[in-house]
Nanobody
C-alpha cells in the first residue's frame, strides 16, 4: 500500500499562492498501478472535502467548484511528485490539505499522508 507525504503548506495572505507537493514514500507512483490521485482538505470542525483529482491514464482532471480557475492539479512522472498549485487564495481555503490515491475507478481515495496546513490570512 502506498504511503503518501504532503508538503508545501504555510501561511499566506489572501490573493497569494502556494504549491503543495505529494510524494509516495519509498516507491514510485507507477509501481502502485493507480487509477487517480486527488487532493482533499479539512477545515476545523468540518468534514474532509474533495478539492481536485487527476486520473493516472489520460490525465483527466476534476475540481471542486470552489477552486475552479484558481487551483491546478498536476504531476511530474520523472520526479515522482504530485502537485496542487493554488493561486488567488482566500481565507476560506484555510485547511489541512491531504493527497490521496485510488487504485481503481470504483474505489475510494485513501492512503492519506499526515497532511499539510494551509492558512490564508485576510
Amino acid at each position: 500500500q502506498v504511503q503518501l507525504v504532503e508538503s508545501g503548506g504555510g501561511l499566506v495572505q489572501a490573493g497569494g499562492s502556494l504549491r503543495l507537493s505529494c510524494v509516495p514514500s519509498g516507491r514510485t507512483f507507477q509501481v502502485y498501478g493507480l487509477y487517480a490521485m486527488g487532493w482533499f482538505r479539512q477545515a476545523p470542525g468540518k468534514e474532509r472535502e474533495f478539492v481536485a483529482a487527476m486520473t493516472w491514464i489520460g490525465s483527466a482532471t476534476s475540481y471542486a467548484d470552489s477552486v475552479k480557475g484558481r487551483f491546478t492539479i498536476s504531476r511530474d512522472n520523472l520526479n515522482n511528485i504530485g502537485y496542487l498549485q493554488m493561486n488567488s487564495l482566500k481565507p476560506e481555503d484555510t485547511a489541512v490539505y491531504y493527497c490521496g490515491v485510488k487504485v481503481v475507478k470504483t474505489s475510494e481515495f485513501g492512503s492519506w499522508g499526515q497532511g499539510t496546513q494551509v492558512t490564508v490570512s485576510s
